[in-house]
């Protein structure tokens, strides 16, 4: 599913005390295309993912979801716009504690049309968690539960992955395992990902890596032959 | 200047102010009951105390025997201040048309009695002179508007002799105008009460003085000299004997002040108890959610006891916030309950006192309850770890399957999201158990309330439509033969009428005492039935006396057990004590015509006669047929005491209704501050769910069903609880007068649930409301939410 963005303003506050978190972005990401969002902090790239899964609204400009402009949603649109398109991946991983791993998954597979619960199990061992389904979050180790969240991602099959600085929370290896995972995921399905980190060398892995500062696009970059995610280091 | 640790505070008690809002008006409300009916409750009995002493209130009356030499006896006790001999006759007083049964009390005339003097509102106090000059208790002046100079006619052997009222009195005996211990609650057109010479007295009882009063030094009481001087009295024949604290008004106000401490008590417990409950959710959430901030302060150099103290404040607060003008309003509302009080009552003497101790102690009561509360979770963060707080790791509860879940594996298959609310009850064990308490605690709560009303009508539905079954009762103006009872059937309305004789007894057995009635009636007697303590219905025995189940305690004793009755007409016997009965209103003692009449060896009149009406009678003409009869001294109908007592029910309801309205806001505070606590600390999960596509509607429905759940799991443990703290506090009113047996319709546990799950769905709507308002991007960004 491709994603434009044009002209797009998000600004927070009002007056004297507004704060412009994105100035004027353009930008297309054609269908299955791993786009890495590069920035320092407050340089606007969780708001730019939260715009594009709908948890937020543009003050000007368009975004267009496979055709459809996000801003004549209503809420009950943006609700269904999410539950069919968006998966989402947190930096905090953001599981339900009183859930096991395979009930989380569950709780978001209930919510296709397909009724996906039966996925559930499938997509997480193919995040290699076939033999943790039924533990809690508790018991699970971070790089563990970030796959649950993967998997609670991709069980409703959308075709756009949003991930927020997925590996923020994990040690190098984890978050390294983590990425590839995504990564071919993301090949296997033909998904539309946007990766949101400021972890500059997470940026090889992207098909496309886009820089931002302060609100604007400053760079934006094909990688020729993006690198396995397994071999990047930091 | 305001130090940064403090306008924390203030300002994180602004950030959460609903829920402090609800800690501190819970605290406000529990300290002021506290205060108003601590206060009442000290003001009302030094009201009392002090009507005692200005009115020389007799601490001990004997009455019967020979009362000369008891008056001797007693005046030669040292410890005895005043002894009076007086005159006191039950007869018939006629105003206007209206003939009720009276009691004439002697007094001297000129000077005032040095026992039970009266309070003259009206006229002035009768000089020596006229005989016929009388003083009117204030409750029959009131009734029949009796002023002086007005007259009223006094049955005088056969005749009716006329008597001016002098004055209006009230009098420390007549405060409740109880008849008797066995006779607490009169209708003012049935008993009266007027103070008559001495001289017109006996001319009444054709006697001498029939009672000896005496008022011991400084109105003290006194056991030793009690014991001495009654045990003397019977010896030389008094029948009836009582102390201040027995005298009928003075037992059933006794009674009722009781009521007003217990309640002092009872009531402020459940609300400190429920404001402590949420006062450490609350400070157990921000605790929690505060665990960085601890860290930071802790690893910049703040000692634990100054985070300590922090945390204490936002328990101490609320507390000082609450009960400070808790108290003031409590012991202000306390002087003007007093005065409605005493004026209702028309108690001669007020006396509002300003208690520091309860304003003192009833700060500090809500303060230690808010304090207590805090103290737990202040201790916890204390004791946080400040680099693993800073790295912002919660302490997280491994998640586990539901109880319901484990017991009924089935449950492990109902869609995800229901599992997670079944699961939610148990996530936190310790704010769903206080959650639950609270439940508990409102239930209690309008159980106690809520039970008196339905007890005290069953008690008068038992007392006045399954035992009583006669319509109304007449008094003979002297002992009349039973055919004239008989002959009452004759007369238009009467259905049905049957003699009884009652008479003053005392009944003995173990070394014990007890002053009461005996009634006989006809052995197969249809207008009064006998409920067996064991629950069924008895008929009146052939042989033995039956006797009210109060006895059975004051008199140690137990069925075929022998009792020894001594009769006010001199005459002892012993009887059998064949059973006891469980009558809500007074202890008689019961005998069977036949057998009363073999052991009289002749036949016996009657003093009064139950009547029964025919359908459709004009109660009223019946009335004044009867009234009419020159045998007859008064009328008593049943229904209009039942409506009498009805109409005390209003303020019942009216204490019922205020304590519902306190208990809804307490289980409003308590469930509110637990809910929005429970939403609160899964904002982060809500913002997940909404982000991945849950609708707000379906995440509200699954937190209202978890809250309901929880408090559904309180509903009948509060049930349970509720009963058995309303039967301890009817209990609790039990006396020889009045036995309170706990009923509770089974309606009324259905509205006080239905009234729980209704404050329950109210308080969660805040919270629901506050889902509407997250915002998805910045929570499921938080470390923690």
């Known amino acids: ?234 | 200047m305001v130090k940064p640790l403090q306008r924390k505070l203030w300002r994180d008690i602004r950030r959460h102010r609903a829920q402090f809002i609800a800690i501190t008006v819970t605290i406000f409300l529990g300290v002021g009951i506290f205060g108003a009916a601590w206060d009442s409750y000290s003001n009302l009995v030094a009201s009392y105390d002090q009507t005692a002493i200005d009115y020389r209130f007799a601490n001990l009356t004997l009455a019967g025997g020979d009362t000369a030499a008891i008056a001797d006896l007693a005046s030669d006790n040292p410890g005895v201040e005043s002894v009076e001999t007086r005159t006191t006759a039950d007869v018939a007083f006629r105003v206007g048309d209206t003939k009720l049964l009276g009691r004439a009390v002697g007094i001297p005339t000129g000077d005032q009695p040095t026992v039970n003097r009266l309070d003259v509102s009206a006229g002035t106090y009768p000089s020596n002179g006229d005989p016929a000059v009388v003083l009117v208790e204030d409750h029959m002046a009131n009734h029949f508007d009796l002023v002086p100079g007005d007259t009223f006619d006094i049955l005088v052997g056969d005749s009716w002799q006329a008597v001016t009222v002098g004055g209006v009195a009230l009098s420390p005996e007549y405060i409740w105008p109880a008849r008797d211990r066995q006779d607490i609650i009169t209708t003012p057109d049935n008993f009266g009460v007027a103070f008559v010479s001495e001289e017109l007295a006996r001319s009444i009882t054709g006697t001498s003085a029939n009672e000896v009063v005496l008022y011991y030094s400084d109105g003290e009481p006194n056991d030793r000299i009690t014991a001495d001087l009654s045990s003397a009295a019977r010896d030389l024949g008094a029948t009836n004997i009582y102390t201040r604290e027995e005298q009928p008004s003075n037992n059933a106000l006794t009674e009722d002040v009781k009521g007003l401490e217990e309640m002092a008590i009872f009531f402020p417990m459940m609300f400190l108890a429920a404001a402590g409950l949420a006062a450490y959710v609350m400070i157990s959430r921000l605790v929690h959610a505060q665990r960085p901030h601890i860290g930071t302060f802790l690893a910049n150099g703040f000692t634990r006891r100054q985070v300590l103290r922090h945390y204490l404040g936002y328990g101490v607060l609320p507390g000082l916030i609450g009960s400070i003008p808790g108290a003031i309003v409590g012991v202000l509302l306390a002087r003007t309950i007093t005065r409605l009080y005493t004026n209702i009552l028309s108690i001669p003497l007020t006396v509002v006192d300003f208690y520091p101790a309860t304003l003192l102690g009833a700060i500090a009561f809500g303060v230690i309850a808010s304090l207590l509360a805090a103290l737990a979770p202040a201790l916890v963060a204390s004791r946080v770890l400040p680099a693993e707080a800073m790295r912002g790791e919660t302490p997280s509860g491994g998640g586990r399957r539901s109880l319901l879940e484990r017991l009924i594996p089935p449950l492990r298959r109902i869609p995800t999201a229901w599992r997670m609310t079944l699961r939610g009850v148990g996530r936190n064990p310790r704010r769903t158990i206080y959650t639950i308490i609270g439940v508990v605690l409102s239930l209690m709560l309008v159980l106690v309330s809520w039970g008196m009303i339905d007890t005290v009508q069953n008690l008068m539905d038992r007392q006045f439509v399954e035992i009583q079954q006669e319509d109304a009762t007449v008094f003979f103006a002297g002992p009349t033969a039973t055919e004239e009872v008989a002959a009452l059937t004759d007369i238009d309305g009467v259905a049905a009428a049957e003699p009884a004789l009652t008479l003053p007894v005392a009944l003995s057995a173990n070394g014990e005492h007890y002053e009461t009635a005996l009634m006989v009636l006809p052995d197969d007697t249809e207008l009064h039935r006998f409920a067996d303590v064991g629950g069924g219905w008895i008929d009146l025995p052939p042989e033995g006396v039956v006797l009210g189940q109060a006895t059975r305690d004051l008199l140690d004793i137990e069925a075929g057990e022998t009792v020894t009755m001594a009769l006010g007409t001199g005459t002892t016997l012993n009887a059998e004590v064949a059973a006891f009965v469980d009558e809500p209103l007074g202890t008689m003692a019961y005998v069977g015509r036949s057998q009363a009449e073999a052991l009289a060896g002749s036949a016996l009149p009657a003093t009064s006669a139950l009547i029964a009406y025919e359908d459709g009678v004009d109660a009223k003409a019946l009335r004044n047929t009867v009234t009419d009869l020159p045998q007859v001294a008064a009328f008593e109908d049943a229904n209009v005491l039942f409506d009498l007592m009805q109409r005390f029910m209003i303020l019942f309801y009216a204490f019922v209704g205020v304590m519902l309205v306190f208990g809804g806001a307490m289980a409003f505070a308590l469930i509110f501050n637990s809910m929005s606590v429970n939403i609160a600390e899964r904002t982060r999960e809500v913002a997940t769910l909404l982000a991945v596509g849950t609708e707000r509607r379906s995440i509200s429905r699954y937190i209202t069903a978890e809250n309901m759940l929880v408090a559904a799991m309180g509903i009948p443990l509060g049930l349970i609880a509720g009963h058995f703290a309303a039967s301890a506090a009817m209990s609790s009113f039990n006396s020889d007068l009045f036995t309170f047996k706990l009923h509770i319709q089974p309606t009324t546990y259905l509205l006080a649930s239905l009234a729980i799950v209704v404050v329950a769905l109210i308080s969660q709507i805040p919270g629901l409301r506050a889902i509407r308002r997250i915002s998805i991007p910045k929570i499921v960004k938080e470390r923690s939410a």
């Not at chain 1, 096991?100 to 998954?105: H, K, R």
């Not at chain 1, 709780?107 to 061992?125: F, I, K, P, S």
């Not at chain 1, 539309?192 to 890596?209: C, E, P, S, W």
């Open chain 1, 1 to 234: 599913m491709a994603i434009e963005m044009a002209g797009v303003w998000k600004t927070f506050g009002e007056g004297h005390t507004a704060v412009h978190a994105l100035k004027d972005v353009d930008f297309k990401g054609p269908q299955g295309e791993l786009a890495v969002i590069l920035g320092p902090s407050g340089s606007g790239k969780t708001t730019l993912l939260n715009l594009v899964g709908a948890i937020d609204n543009v003050t000007d400009g368009r975004i267009e979801v496979g055709g459809v402009d996000l801003a004549s949603l209503d809420v009950d649109g943006q609700v269904r716009y999410r539950r069919e398109n968006v998966g989402f991946v947190f930096q905090f991983f953001n599981l339900i504690p009183t859930l096991t791993a395979l009930e989380n998954v569950e709780l978001v597979a209930d919510l296709t049309a397909d009724n996906g619960t039966d996925r559930a199990e499938d997509v997480l061992a193919k995040v290699g968690l076939a033999d943790r389904i039924h533990h809690f979050p508790a018991q699970l180790s971070g790089g563990e539960q970030q796959r649950v969240a993967i998997a609670r991602a991709l069980v409703k099959q959308p075709p756009i992955l949003l991930c927020d600085e997925p590996t923020g929370e994990l040690d190098f290896e984890t978050g390294r395992m983590i990425l590839q995972l995504l990564q071919d995921i993301s090949r296997e399905q033909n998904q539309t990902v946007l990766l949101v980190t400021h972890n500059a060398a997470i940026g090889y892995m992207g098909d496309r890596v886009l820089k931002l500062r302060s609100g604007e696009i400053v760079d934006d970059a094909r990688n020729a032959t993006p690198r396995e995610a397994g071999t990047l280091t930091w």
